[in-house]
């Protein structure tokens, strides 16, 4: 195991893609198996010691970074254990890089459906969060392919979760020793990462997902796989004007034989992150971003969507050439944006609130109008496809922080009335305390802290994700 405790050393654990500024830790651990883990722990207890848990360092709320104590950091539990091929099922350390373990696959033929956008992430991060990838349009969220978690609790007890083998009965999920009350509220069915999942006869490992490592150190993942999959192409399209894109978005999804696996739209602001890297972008376009099977006849359907749309230029990636090219495409814009906020020294001001489907013109309505009406720096962007888009703002002084705050809180406010969730996919973190609380309220908040300390009685884990630690004290 190794230890470091020098603060130059320790920087690199102390940020994420958020720009979070306050963390500060004394030591950061990373161990090699689990025995060093549940000494580590057990430490902790002993000494009340807060413990965070650190990943890749690709979230963008500040769920890695402490404010107090130790780091233990799952970089060195890389290990893929197991693939069986036959049974499309993989075992996995929770430091796994996605990158990697995607490589491998593809040379089985197989493949791991929720992989995400940062490919740099780990496995474990991405089950803390309930990520969601490039391809969660067609696949869903992480959650659908965890088959089975094993993880160490804060005294140092490992505790294994099956999928299939628990289930909530009368408001209880009752495994060994432990009867955990499932909160009241329920989490939205929609894309979702606001706090931990209640739902009415949920599997007790969906409790786990999404928890955002503040239940226990999760060690080992047991993950569901699928073939690989077909040929396929990326198509940008873009347009003169918005206003069709609702009309647009509604004929992609109708037309199901068009097997798409992304749908992505691009605003006229956010491609101008964009034109450094790829200056031949049409000016003053937005755009719409597909990647979906390859053959002559969807091709087809393309070519009539194309000439009905009247789009202004086209371009697509199907030669392995042109297919990267593409993917770059998408890759850079939230790489640009993340750069652009630690240039500025911004804290990340990103709403990320998706609603269900029928809901969505109303939202992208509201975000439409803010933009028109406002004269901060703002861009809109994302998945489109899953009633989804990123809406970010650059305030350029104090007054203008001032007035973001406030429209950021009015677009949450117009998520929670249309039935949507405050964080579709980046979780809640350290950044996102009031915006959970205005989903689930004040009891919502405090049946989260209930669970916390079943699992956690010490009150040392992952502090001051999802809600304060305050909150703790209180129950």
């Given amino acids: 195991m190794i230890i470091k ?17 306050e963390g500060k830790a004394e030591k950061v651990f990373i161990p090699e198996e689990e025995k060093e883990i549940i000494e580590i722990v057990k430490y902790c207890s002993s000494k009340k010691i807060p413990l965070t848990i650190s990943g890749g360092g690709t979230g963008t709320v500040g769920g890695r970074i402490p404010k107090e104590g130790f780091v233990i950091s799952t970089e060195k539990l890389d290990k893929i254990k197991n693939i069986d091929i036959e049974n499309k099922v993989a075992i996995l350390e929770s430091g796994v890089v996605i990158d990697n373990f995607l490589k491998i696959l593809d040379k089985e033929s197989l493949f791991y459906p929720p992989f995400p956008t940062e490919r740099s992430a780990f ?11 490039e391809y969660s349009f067609k696949f869903g969220a992480t959650r659908k392919y965890i088959k089975k978690i094993r993880m160490i609790l804060s005294n140092g007890k490992i505790l294994e979760i099956e999928r299939g083998k628990c289930f909530e009965k009368n408001g209880i999920i009752e495994i060994e020793d432990l009867r955990i009350p499932i909160p009241s509220y329920r989490t939205p069915q929609i894309k979702c990462s606001a706090g931990y999942y209640s ?22 993942i047991e993950v569901r796989l699928i073939e690989k999959l ?11 004007s918005d206003e069709r894109i609702l009309e647009l978005l509604k004929l992609i999804k109708q037309k199901k034989e ?18 450094k890297d790829f200056p031949e972008i049409p000016g003053n376009s937005s755009a719409i971003y597909v990647e979906g099977v390859s053959n002559k006849e969807k091709i087809e359907i393309w070519m009539d969507i194309i000439e009905e749309f009247k789009v202004k230029d086209t371009w697509v990636g199907e030669d392995e050439k042109n297919y990267k090219r593409l993917i770059d495409f998408r890759h850079k814009l939230p790489e640009n944006v993340n750069s652009y906020f630690k240039k500025i020294g911004s804290v990340k001001m990103a709403v990320d609130v998706s609603v269900p489907e029928e809901n969505f013109p ?52 117009k998520g929670i009335h249309l039935n949507g969730t405050v964080s579709a996919e980046h979780g809640i973190g350290k950044l996102k305390h009031k915006w959970l609380r205005m989903m689930y309220g004040e009891k919502g908040i405090r049946e989260m802290a209930i669970i916390k300390k079943f699992f956690d009685p010490f009150c040392i884990l992952g502090l001051d994700n999802i809600f304060p630690k305050e909150v703790l004290s209180e129950i």
């Fill in 123 to 133: 496995i474990g991060g991405n089950v803390s969060t309930n990520a969601s990838g």
């Fill in 230 to 240: 077909p040929d396929r192409f990326i198509m940008v399209m873009f347009f003169n």
């Fill in 199 to 220: 739902f009415p006869g949920m599997d007790f490992i969906d409790l786990i997902i999404g928890s955002e490592g503040t239940l226990g150190i999760i060690t080992q």
């Fill in 258 to 275: 068009l097997e798409v696996y992304t749908l992505e739209y691009f605003d006229k602001e956010s491609l101008f992150f964009l034109k």
């Fill in 5 to 21: 405790d020098n603060p130059e050393s320790i920087l690199s654990y102390l940020e994420d893609s958020s720009n979070f500024k």
């Fill in 362 to 413: 109303s939202l992208y309505n509201f975000y439409k109008e803010i933009m028109k009406k406002e004269t901060i720096r703002m861009i809109l962007f994302g998945h489109i496809g899953e009633n989804h888009l990123h809406f970010n703002f650059f305030p350029k002084d104090e007054q203008e922080k001032i007035k973001t705050l406030e429209i950021y809180k009015s677009c949450i406010e």
